[in-house]
C-alpha cells in the first residue's frame, strides 16, 4: 500500500466521524508522526511503499479514532506553548484559552523583574502545562504545582523531566482547607480549575466526555464556584503582599468570579481571549 493511497483511505474513514477539515488535520498529525514528514513532503513520497508496521500501527491508531477517543490521547502528545507535552487519559488536553492565561501572566511578571524569590503555584496542574510553561519563561521563578490525582502529577512529573523544566509537585485535595498547612505563601497563584457544571455534559463532544477526566472538568450544578471560593479564601492567607491570582473560568461565568474576588478583599479584571469570550480573571 502506498503512502498516498493509505491517507487517502485514512482520511475517508475519518470524515465518518469528524469533519473534512478536521478529519484532515487529524490524519496530518497522525501521518507526521508515523512518517516524520509533513504535508508537503509526504506529496513527494506519495507513491512510495508505506512499511507493514507503519501500517498496522495506523489502522490502531484509526479504530481509535473513530470510538471518539481524541487523537491527543492516541498519539499521546499535545502541543501547549510552543512545546510538545506527553499526555494521556488521566489528564486534560491543553487548551488554546489556557495557553493565553500564561501569556498574561508571562506578560505581567516579566515587566515586573522576576527574582529568584518570586513564589508561583500551579492548583490543579494536571499536565503540567501551565506549571512548567512558566518556569520555562521565568527561570527565575520557583514554581509549585499540585494535584489532587496521582496519576495527574506521574504524568506532570514526566513532562518536567522532558522539557527541563524543574518543578516541585505535591500531592493533595485543595477543597480540604486543613491540607494548606503544608504549603507557603506565593506571589502568584494560577488555576484553570473544574468549572463545567454537571447539567452542561450532555452538551459536549463525545471526545470530550466518554475520554477526559470527569474530575478535571465538571463542578456540581449547586456550587459551580467552589474552587474559586476556596482559591479567594486561600489567597487571603497564602498571597504575598502585592501578589496576584490568575483563573481561567467558564466564558458565562467570569462577572460572577470577578464579583467573588471583589467580595473577599481583591480588586479584579476580567480578560478576553481571542474569540471575545470572557475567559480569565486576575485578581490583585
Known sequence: MTTGKTYSDFVNRLKSVYDEREADNI?????????GLKRSERRLDKDEE?????FLLLQNYLQQLLQHKPVQYVLEEAWFYKMKFFVNENVLIPRPETEELVEWIVNDLKSEAVSKSTNIIDIGTGS??????????????KVTAIDTS???LEVA???????????DFIQLDFLKEEKWNRLSKFDVIVSNPPY???R????????????EPAMALFVENNDPYIFY???????ETHLEPNGKVYVEVHEDYAKEVKTLFENTRFKSEIKKDIYGKERMVKAF
Open 27 to 35: 490524519a496530518d498529525w497522525v501521518f507526521e508522526k508515523i512518517t
Open 50 to 54: 508505506l512499511d507493514e508496521s507503519d
Open 128 to 141: 503540567g502545562c501551565i506549571a512548567i510553561s512558566l518556569k520555562k519563561e521565568l527561570t527565575k521563578a
Open 150 to 152: 496521582e496519576k495527574a
Open 157 to 167: 512529573k514526566k513532562n518536567s523531566l522532558e522539557l527541563n523544566a524543574k518543578t
Open 196 to 198: 463545567i457544571p454537571v
Open 200 to 211: 452542561e455534559r450532555e452538551s459536549l463532544a463525545k471526545n470530550v466526555t466518554e475520554h
Open 229 to 235: 471560593k476556596k482559591i479567594a479564601r486561600f489567597s
